[in-house]
T-cell receptor
């Protein structure tokens, strides 16, 4: 089974600045998906962005982008032009072809006005 | 050991036969939720509960029911399962003001 590690329990960023959240993973599968989820105080799990491992191009969704380094098994999330509404817990996750999903412990992001 | 326990881990059933997937947590968490995971889509929230007797719909509630009669238990009920409900289901819990959420091991459901 895959493992996912988020080494930053907490991060903070100034509004309008850029922040990068780190994630490393380990899997024996050749085909897998990587995800970043946002969990705001409402506790809903919101999919922020996903990346197919076979795609070399980094996924981008508006202000959110990833730096996918397959050889290094790294999958960091960059948030540009941070907004107050970005404050939340962020989870990195890895899912293989067996749909066995593993989550990291999470990074709590604080956005300072 | 703090944990979220789902049962069963695997289930194959036929269309229309009512089933219940149980979820229990031993951490005295107020918040519990159910998710389904489908290939390439990640997690989608089905229902969540902020406390006993309080439940709300998530993103994909159709075809599911839940109940929260006790703080520790949050069963997911499929009254009339259909093949499009074949999926991997996760239950999760957390304290009202503390994260991260603790996830169960998952229940792989196949409806034929």
């Amino acid at each position: 089974a895959q493992t996912v590690t988020q080494s930053q329990p907490e991060m903070s960023v100034q509004e309008a600045e850029t922040v990068t959240l780190s994630c490393t993973y380990d899997t024996s599968e050749s085909d897998y998906y990587l995800f970043w989820y946002k969990q705001p105080p409402s506790r809903q799990m919101i999919l922020v962005i996903r990346q197919e491992a076979y795609k070399q191009q980094n996924a981008t969704e508006n202000r959110f982008s990833v730096n996918f380094q397959k050889a290094a098994k790294s999958f960091s999330l960059k948030i540009s032009d941070s907004q107050l509404g970005d404050a939340a817990m962020y989870f990195c996750a890895c899912s293989d072809n067996n749909n066995d999903m593993r989550f990291g412990a999470g990074t709590r992001l604080t956005v300072k006005p | 050991e703090a944990q979220v326990t789902q049962n069963p881990r695997y289930l194959i059933t036929v269309t229309g036969k009512k089933l219940t997937v149980t979820c229990s947590q031993n951490m005295n968490h107020e918040y519990m939720s159910w998710y389904r995971q489908d290939p390439g889509l990640g997690l989608r929230q089905i229902y969540y509960s902020m406390n006993v007797e309080v439940t709300d719909k998530g993103d994909v509630p159709e075809g599911y029911k839940v109940s929260r009669k006790e703080k520790r238990n949050f069963p997911l009920i499929l009254e009339s399962p259909s093949p499009n409900q074949t999926s991997l289901y996760f239950c999760a819990s957390s304290l009202a003001d503390t994260l991260p959420a603790f996830f169960g091991q998952g229940t792989r459901l196949t409806v034929v």
